[in-house]
């Protein structure tokens, strides 16, 4: 680590440089940054974009007093680095290191925690009218990208600015890229505003009109700048077009003022992102404001870092990389397909055949593998940015008109639109299908993306039809079974490598709610041991038998394929043949697919002991590995014949202790 971060122990140490020092301070920031994620991974583009403005929030506020509040927070690595965490930088992402977003157990300098973007705008003026209330005076800012703005919450919490508070400062980061670029009519209103021929212009009038001012002077003129219209000629931009009337480019935004302003918030910029003066300026006069301010800084994602630059997607949250070139670490020969990448094209091969067929993502082309459908057919595919409620209502409407929408949506981002799921589609009984990615853990990310409450979530609802795949192959049946489907069909699967298994060419119609028994008892007069492995867990399942049969156990294995429906004649039938029956799910326990056995196994009253396999009631932290939150929390092979050896009272009282600690 080189001088000035070094220095660097705290913002106020920030405060202690000067403008070149800060200037070399961002040097070094970056090497830090394209250096350590080299190794770990994360989110390296957005980081890279916002170092001058972090750089500037500490140097004009004060941490903790003064609050932040990042949307998705995936862009707080510079402020982790400025706000003591310095020395633990390279353990972010890792086991027991740094989160790679805000925790508030982390730090106070994390005054809010997220991961789901759209959340900023409505915690932030939270806070404000929090502190209004208490009659403090702390500063909130809430830092929020162009993509998140796509969101609906963010305009419900901007709809509720200016009537609830005189004091809040927005910052609007706008870099032109959500994961992939940004979509939709914000995307291109933001964008018109900046490509516009008056904005260079104005731009340039603004800014050096910041620049002359003395400091102290700059929060007087600037308002009293303000008040003569300076303000507006420059949020005019893109509206106004001179000689133009109303609609006159077809594009129907002229003429109407700037989005901000409608909202009785004040608009600012755009300026650049990454002119360190500029932004210390603007802030400083921010936080004279007594008037809600929206700034608009336009940054570059990947700013410093070439390959970033020139890829923003893949370096948006990139894993491991050479620095010198950028380049990700070859696949290994014979690695297996990822479950995303089997999804989208499977999604092509089927949409090929039938044309009621529709793709739908939420920003996510990459991350569920929907860009194989963008590619191949890209009428039939749809990307309604960060709006999880809008794509599953979108889906809907489009199924009430005979098509057949599959919605690709991670299991975790899937539970913003839990209501969409119960009012528009389950109550309605539509055809849409959902393929629910990352469900199982995200492990490096942690809490807020591992998917392990959508069985929960999803089985008590009237309609629904949901499957887990024990390997790809299946996947693709079940998608294919889906597509035949009159009702809601919900598919989960797993972050990442899938089994390695081929893939049939016709895929196969399953039988809905019909369980699959891999492996029947062999009723060799050995005690009996029926292992339900569902979806990606079968496989440990399998595994777990081969070691109980060589310990002397009768072990019969059952894919469950269903848990809505429920299986209910192969459950009770193994139920009642086993002396102990153990399910296995990628899934909180509670209210899981080991719990829907349970009360299956109450109603029929089989009393068959049920050994649970599954995450328990707690959230489960982020970790460098899957199988390192696997083993801490007992969802391994030993763990499995250490609970199954004890419902035969054959553990020894050290094994035991391990059981309970698990
Ligand atoms: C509810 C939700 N849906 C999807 C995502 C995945 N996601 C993480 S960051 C991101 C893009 C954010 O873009 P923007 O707000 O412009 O910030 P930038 O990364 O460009 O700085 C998306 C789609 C998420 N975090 N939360």
Not at 128 to 143: L, P
Request: net charge neutral; charged share 20%.
């Amino acid at each position: 680590m080189s001088s000035y971060l070094e220095m660097v122990d705290a913002p106020k140490d920030v405060k202690k440089l000067t403008l070149d020092q800060l200037r070399q301070l961002a040097e070094e920031i970056r090497y830090e940054l394209v250096t350590v994620l080299s190794k770990n991974g994360g989110h390296l583009g957005p980081n890279l974009g916002v170092v001058e403005l972090t750089l500037a929030l500490h140097r004009v506020f004060e941490t903790p007093k003064d609050k932040f509040v990042w949307d998705v927070s995936h862009q707080v690595y510079v402020h982790k680095l400025l706000t003591g965490r310095k020395n633990r930088f390279d353990t972010i992402r890792t086991s027991n290191g740094l989160n790679g977003f805000a925790l508030r157990t982390e730090s106070p300098h994390d005054c809010y925690g997220a991961g789901h973007a759209g959340t900023a705008l409505s915690a932030a003026l939270g806070m404000a009218a929090a502190r209004d209330r208490k009659g403090s005076n702390e500063n909130v800012v809430c830092i929020f990208g162009d993509a998140a703005l796509t969101n609906g919450i963010s305009f419900e919490a901007l709809n509720n600015i200016s009537h609830t508070t005189k004091r809040f400062i927005g910052i609007l980061n706008d870099n032109e890229w959500s994961i992939a670029k940004n979509v939709g009519a914000i995307a291109n209103y933001l964008s018109r505003l900046i490509t516009h021929p008056s904005y260079n212009k104005l731009a340039k009038e603004f800014q050096n009109f910041l620049r002359r001012l003395p400091k102290g002077e700059l929060a007087l003129k600037l308002a009293h700048k303000a008040e003569e219209g300076f303000k507006g000629a420059i949020t005019g931009v893109g509206l106004r077009q001179t000689g133009s009337t109303i609609d006159s480019d077809g594009r129907g935004g002229f003429g109407s003022p700037v989005l901000f302003e409608e909202m009785g918030v004040r608009y600012l910029g755009p300026i650049d992102g990454h002119d360190l003066p500029l932004l210390i300026s603007t802030l400083e006069f921010a936080r004279t404001c007594d008037h809600p301010i929206v700034i608009h800084i336009l940054t570059q994602k990947g700013k410093g870092f070439d390959a970033a630059q020139k890829s923003p997607e893949k370096f948006h949250g990139t894993g491991p990389y050479d620095i010198r070139t950028g380049e990700s670490p070859p696949a290994k020969s014979g690695t297996p397909p990822n479950y995303q990448d089997v999804m989208g094209q499977t999604l092509v091969k089927l949409c090929q055949k039938d044309n009621t067929l529709v793709g739908i993502t939420a920003a996510m082309p990459s991350g569920t593998g929907l860009k194989h459908l963008e590619k191949a057919l890209p009428d039939r595919y749809y990307d309604v940015g960060i709006a999880e409620e809008h794509a599953v209502i979108f889906a809907a409407g489009m199924a009430t008109m005979g098509f057949h929408p599959v919605c690709a949506i991670y299991s975790t981002f899937l539970q913003r639109a839990y209501d969409c799921i119960h009012h528009d589609i389950c109550l309605q009984d539509l055809p849409v299908i959902f393929c629910m990615d990352r469900a199982g853990l995200s492990a490096n990310d942690g809490p807020t993306h591992h998917g392990l409450f959508d069985i929960a979530y999803l089985r008590c609802l009237p309609n629904v039809i949901a499957m887990a795949p024990k390997d790809e192959d299946e996947l693709v049946d079940m998608m294919f079974t889906a597509t035949h489907e009159n009702h809601p069909v919900f598919i989960r699967y797993p972050r990442g490598g899938a089994e390695g298994v081929p893939i049939k060419e016709q895929p196969r119609l399953l039988e809905i709610g019909k369980a699959e028994v891999i492996q029947n008892f062999s009723n060799s007069g050995r005690r009996k041991v029926a292992l339900f492995g569902l979806g990606n867990l079968n496989s440990m399942a399998r595994k777990a038998a081969v070691q109980l049969a060589n310990e002397g156990f009768d072990c019969a294995v059952i894919n469950p394929r269903f848990t809505k429906p429920l299986d209910a004649g192969t459950h009770e039938f193994f139920g009642k043949a086993a002396d102990v029956v153990v399910t296995l799910e990628d899934h909180v326990l509670m209210g899981g697919y080991g719990s829907a056995v349970l009360e299956l196994f109450s109603e029929l009253g089989v009393s068959t002991p049920v050994v649970r396999i599954g995450w328990p009631d707690q959230f489960i932290e982020h970790a460098s590995a899957q199988d390192e939150l696997r083993k801490r929390y007992g969802l391994t092979i030993e763990n499995i014949l250490l609970k199954v050896k004890g419902q035969f009272g054959e553990t020894s009282a050290h094994e035991a202790r391990v059981i309970q600690l698990t």
